[in-house]
């Protein structure tokens, strides 16, 4: 079992950065798949971030949607059971309620359905 609480959402002016954290609990949270999803008002929850538990090389342990590369960096830190979202170059279209995702084992980590465990959500609004 993993508890999940994120932090850090808030209101930003478009251009900013904002930097989301996941605090985990639970025996097995180091050794789970981390992902971030988000959902806009009037849209489907979707795929941010993900970084897998395993893969200690970073570009092949994270991936990202087309719509953030290169301005979303995900990481963790299993000393600290902590995921963050470091978010630069925020825009309108990014905001959204945040949300943090984990499960033991995955096959592509993109997909919501994959995740077995999720925060209550924290939220993004990027104004222009």
């Known amino acids: 079992q993993v508890q999940l609480v994120e932090s850090g959402g808030g209101l930003v002016q478009a251009g900013g950065s904002l930097r989301l954290s996941c605090a985990g609990s639970?025996?097995?949270?180091?050794?789970?798949?981390m992902g971030w999803f988000r959902q806009a008002p009037g849209k489907e929850r979707e795929f941010v971030a993900g970084i897998r538990w395993y893969d200690t090389v970073i570009d092949t342990a994270t991936q990202y949607a087309d719509s953030v590369k290169g301005r979303f960096t995900i990481s963790r830190d299993n000393a600290r059971n902590t995921v963050y979202l470091q978010m630069n170059s925020l825009r309108p279209e990014d905001t959204a309620v945040y949300y943090c995702?984990?499960?033991?084992?995955?096959?592509?980590?993109?997909?919501?359905?994959?995740?077995?465990?999720w925060g209550q959500g924290t939220q993004v609004t990027v104004s222009s």
């Open positions: 995702a984990a499960v033991p084992a995955c096959l592509r980590c993109r997909g919501e359905n994959e995740y077995a465990y």
């Open positions: 639970g025996r097995t949270f180091g050794r789970s798949n």
